[in-house]
């Protein structure tokens, strides 16, 4: 299976950012792609995942209520989201916390679930770092696929879906957006109709690469 699997009881489950990638088209990526070039794009790729990391592993240590053990430096880097979970958050529900359905077949991880201040349901919580806009699509369907798996697997119904982001271009900033909470209903079967296209996608690889290889090698398929 290519791109990112749990194991779950002994079976691989797609992650839910890989169904999402490999089914949504995303013609702004494959545009930037072909203006700066593949080796550009890959630089740029890889300071971007690196900074990524750092900065999850810093909201984490927030959303543990463990910033006491980050340095100055990178106390300083978090502090804006720090200061927004003092003043919304209620309580954490769970941080960096693996969600599976094994109805339909696929799990991932969120950054945190949340109950915010004057809230009875927890939200889906996602941190992002990039300088994208914040209302993608890929984005949505991902927070509505951790919400169908946070009811099934934990008995938890998210009904809203926070996105935070703190880019390397505006450390100093945060930025939240909430995604429609009338519309989540709907993402949901958005995302369940693309994972149906990957499960079948990846059952019909087998018969495509067949084909191929008894094309090349000039025989016939009866």
Known sequence: MTGRSYKIDGVHLPSVTTIISQTLPNPGIAAWKARV??????????????????????????????????????????????????????????????????????????????????????????????????????WRLQLAAYAIAAQEHLGLVCRRRIIVRLSRSEPEKLHVHELPEDELENDKEVFLSLLRVFNWTKKSEPVSNSIGRIQLNGRSAR
């Open 37 to 138: 070039g593949d080796a550009e794009a890959k630089r740029v790729s890889e300071e971007a995942t690196i900074w990524g990391t750092e900065i999850h592993a810093l909201a984490e240590h927030v959303g543990r209520r463990n910033a006491i053990a980050l340095t100055a430096e990178e106390a300083a880097l978090i502090a804006p989201y720090e200061l927004w979970v003092d003043e919304n958050v209620s309580v954490f529900l769970g941080v960096e916390k693996l969600l599976v359905s094994r109805q339909h077949g696929y799990a991932g991880t969120t950054d945190a679930i949340v109950i915010l201040d004057g809230d009875r349901y927890p939200a889906i919580l996602d941190f992002k770092t990039s300088k994208t806009a914040l209302g993608q699509d890929e």
